[in-house]
């Protein structure tokens, strides 16, 4: 190969990398120009909390506070709602509005969903905000996701200790809810114990694939249920 080849060559190989790059800044700004824009955003996750091995952890680190023992220290909970939230296909939007406060009647009224004061700010300020609903709105849209869930029967009063793997709690959600696919559920463990099954949404509230999510599962061979144990 002459000089004034290897010279083509190699300004060729750079025009390509440059391209290529400029492709994936354009997509970056793309992503970014609608990064935590209320409302703009491609699906919901549906985060279903395992109570009782959050209030394990809880009693484990000897730090509950209020918030935690209006959740373990009460009636007894099997799978509560850590959040809906809002997905891009990669990657969430967040605190799209910070200066947005939650009315105490809304926080007091999804108690019963989701058994944490603390807990129902929180995902308002972080989740909700992202949403391009209002407060009431958001919340009334958690409510019908998670009543278009159902939750295995032999997991609502689990009286003792469950060793099971993931893919057999995905499994048992998949057999009692019709047309959810493998594909839009995803099981997430902290440590040796069950944390979450999260399940996937369109706008909409069907359920939908989410590869991403699928991609943060859990990757053990099995967990560990707590039981249900009243307060």
């Known amino acids: 190969m002459g000089r004034t080849t290897r010279v083509f060559a190699r300004f ?132 019908k996701a998670r009543a278009a869930v159902k939750i295995p029967p032999e997991f609502i009063d689990l009286a003792d200790p469950k060793t099971i793997s993931p893919t057999e709690i995905e499994d048992a959600f998949i057999k009692v809810n019709p047309g959810l696919p493998a594909a839009a559920i995803a099981v997430t463990c902290n440590r040796s114990r069950l944390s979450e099954v999260r399940i996937c949404m369109g706008k909409d509230l069907q359920f939908r694939a989410c590869d991403e999510i699928d991609r943060r599962a859990c990757r053990r061979d099995q967990v560990t249920m707590p039981p249900v144990r009243g307060g």
């Not at 970056?28 to 091995?53: K, M």
């Not at 680190?61 to 918030?67: D, L």
């Not at 373990?72 to 969430?92: A, K, N």
């Open 12 to 143: 060729g190989t750079l025009f390509w990398v440059a391209a290529i790059a400029a492709g994936a800044t354009g997509s970056a700004s793309a992503q970014d120009r609608r990064q935590n824009t209320p409302g703009e955003f491609d699906f919901y996750v549906l985060s279903l909390s395992w109570s009782p091995s959050f209030c394990e952890e809880v009693a484990e680190r000897g730090n509950g506070g209020r918030s935690q023992q209006a959740q373990c220290g009460g009636r007894p909970f099997s799978f509560v709602v850590h959040g809906l939230w809002p997905q891009y296909e990669r990657g969430f939007p967040e605190y799209c509005d910070r200066d947005s406060w939650l009315d105490r009647n809304i926080m007091t009224s999804m108690l019963d969903l989701m058994p944490a004061p603390g807990l129902i700010f929180n995902e308002w300020k972080k989740h909700g905000t992202c949403s391009g609903l209002g407060p009431r709105g958001y919340f009334e849209t958690i409510r």
